[in-house]
């Protein structure tokens, strides 16, 4: 089963808005395991739009549009289906009346232009539209489909809930599953080095994709049914968890930071943080997990040398020897967190954002990232790339996977859990 989507619309043309839409239809697809291979996007005319369509549905089975439905001069997607599947447009009399309703409802005034709405192609069934005004259209061409969804994206989004989903559903004669493992701490070219045989692999398949400081590896399997897909991907997923280790720190959508207050958790340990370039990033992201209070006591965000000897004790006389962006003091900045708040650990960062203070022997993107805890303290030096809010994120990210580590260390089953 293949499907194509035709997004319509200047706006997307001329780069003013992403094509969101389009998006998420793809990963409703992928999920249903319908073959995705092809994507448009046209201007608002009649001529492009139906030749779009027609093109389409000389491939594939099912032809969604996106836009194009509201009641404007630029709407005009009705027209385009009804040119290329050889229809007429008529006034939906159900349509006009719920329209003319809504607007009751609402106390707007009704004017003729609104009636638009109500065409439809003789062959069109609305789907009904919960969060706006103009419906979708459901129209069966021979074996084959086309659907038209609204533009807004609430409305888009709540049309492909309702209807869109079920519609795959039916069609669909396969079931796929993803599981997606979450990577931190080596290269995404080490990784498909390691996973190079694997990501050969057809059904399912082994795909990499690249975060800032994190590499998802997402295994996509296709079968009749569920069991099936999960035989699938179970071997797949034993062999890379095998090559990869305790790098994978989670699978599907756990985050990081909500693996660390995990592992706290379960060992009814603490952190605190003290903080410089990343400015509270790190309890902002720590504190983003829900329970986080059992495990993350707080944090000192020291951006000034005056509160880093203040706040966290860091020596004055180390401050002025060694400057503030420094291995000595991001070791004192965790360990004056730790002995000021009795945590089992403590997190310092301290570095160059940038864009701008850089020098020679201090680069932008140099940040000392200090753990503390009852092994004593380590301290990595990092030259991370990016602008400054990749940097500052990377420091927080490399700070979290050095308490994962460890935090795992001592653990029986060094490996992340299986869920
Ligand atoms: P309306 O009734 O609002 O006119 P419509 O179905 O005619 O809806 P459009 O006029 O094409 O849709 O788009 C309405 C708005 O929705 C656009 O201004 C844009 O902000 C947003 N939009 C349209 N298409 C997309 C898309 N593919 N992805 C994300 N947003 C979109
Ligand atoms: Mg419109």
């Known amino acids: 089963m293949r499907a194509e989507i035709i997004s319509i619309g200047k706006e997307l043309l001329l780069g003013e808005i992403v094509d969101s ?72 009399t159900d349509i006009a009346d719920a329209l003319r309703e809504k607007h009751a409802r609402r106390g707007r005034a009704w004017n003729e232009v609104l009636a ?60 796929s599953r993803s599981r997606t493992l979450r990577i931190v701490g080596i290269p995404e070219s080490v990784i498909e080095r390691r996973l190079e045989d694997l990501m050969q692999s057809v059904n399912p398949s082994v795909a990499p994709y690249v975060k800032p400081m994190e590499v998802h590896v997402r295994i996509l399997a296709h079968a009749s049914s569920a069991n099936e897909t999960n035989e699938l991907i179970a071997p797949v997923e034993l062999a890379i968890r095998e090559r990869l280790g305790i790098a994978i720190f989670s699978a599907d959508d756990e985050s990081l930071e909500s693996v660390v207050i995990s592992l706290l958790k379960r060992k009814s340990q603490t952190v605190a943080t003290a903080e410089s370039c990343t400015g509270g990033m790190l309890g902002q992201r720590l504190t983003s997990v829900p329970g986080a209070s059992d495990a993350y006591l707080g944090g000192y965000i020291t951006y000034s040398n005056e509160l880093k000897a203040r706040e966290v004790s860091v020596a004055r006389y180390d401050l002025a020897k060694y400057g503030a962006v420094s291995e000595e003091v991001a070791r004192q900045m965790a360990e004056g967190a730790i002995r000021h708040t009795g945590a089992d650990f403590a997190i310092g960062i301290t570095g160059i954002a940038g864009p701008d203070g850089g020098t020679e022997s201090k680069p932008v993107g140099l940040v000392y ?51």
């Not at 805890?373 to 990595?380: C, D, L, M």
């Not at 994120?393 to 996977?401: G, W, Y």
């Open 116 to 175: 638009r709405m109500a065409l439809r192609p003789t062959s069109a069934v609305p789907i009904p539209n919960e969060v706006g005004t103009a419906p979708g259209l459901r129209i069966e061409v021979g074996d084959k489909l086309v659907v038209a969804l609204p533009g807004p994206p609430s409305e888009f989004a709540a049309m492909l809930e309702s209807s869109v989903a079920a519609t795959l559903a039916a069609r669909s004669t396969q079931s």
């Open 369 to 419: 990232i200090s753990l503390a805890g009852p092994r004593g303290v380590e301290v990595s030096k990092q030259i991370f790339a990016g602008d400054r809010e990749l940097i500052r994120f990377r420091a927080t990210q490399v700070a979290l996977d050095m308490l994962r580590r460890e935090l795992l260390l001592n653990e029986s089953d060094a490996r992340p859990a299986e869920s």
């Open 21 to 92: 839409n389009a998006r998420q239809l793809g990963e409703l697809l992928a999920k249903h395991g319908i073959d995705h291979a092809r994507r448009a996007t046209v201007d608002d005319n009649t001529a492009d739009i139906s030749a779009a369509i027609t093109e389409a549905l000389g491939r594939s089975e099912i032809v969604f549009t996106i836009g194009g439905l509201g009641p404007t001069y630029d709407d005009v997607t009705r027209e385009g289906i009804a040119s290329a599947i050889g229809d007429t447009l008529i006034e939906d």
